[in-house]
């Protein structure tokens, strides 16, 4: 889905308007992408003020960038969910015994789309024996990894 940002201004500088300086736009409240990667397709058109006649009421295009720009996504980290979101609740507190756990994580830094993930790391001297875990509340329906 293509999606536009309109920039109006009423005046500009006299120095921008002769091309001595850069123009730089500062487009606040973006999300970062959840998915560290390049991001192509941002590009930047020029239009005037004036309309180009009554029955075709848009502006007078008077350049588009030759190239997208790519936002390279590539080094952004992963979220970390911080300690004091998870809770780890056992069904049985004998030692030696077969538990079923429940891990609650309240305090996510990024919405959680379709096709996103969780990786739970257990310690490695904690022995158990199903890998199979069921997460519900996050998904849509019941979900297994």
Same mark, same amino acid.
């Given at each position: ?35 560290? !990667? ?16 009554? !029955? ?7 350049? !588009? ?81």
């Amino acid at each position: 889905m293509l999606q536009t940002l309109t920039i109006m201004y009423s005046d500009m500088k006299p120095e921008v308007r002769e091309g001595g300086v850069p123009i730089r736009f500062v487009c606040r409240g973006f999300r970062n992408p959840i998915v560290p !990667t390049e991001w192509p397709g941002f590009r930047i058109t020029f239009y005037d003020s004036q309309f180009q006649d009554e !029955t075709n009421p848009s502006p007078n295009e008077i350049q !588009t960038t030759d190239e997208q720009v790519t936002l390279n996504a590539s080094n952004f980290e992963a979220a970390i969910i911080p300690s004091q979101g998870i809770t780890i609740s056992p069904t049985i507190f004998m030692i030696a015994e077969s538990s079923v756990w429940t891990l609650s994580i309240s305090d996510f830094p990024v919405p959680l789309q379709k096709e996103c993930y969780v990786r739970l790391t257990v310690p490695p001297d904690l022995k158990h024996n199903n890998v199979v875990m069921f997460g519900t509340g996050m998904f849509s329906g019941q979900a297994s990894t």
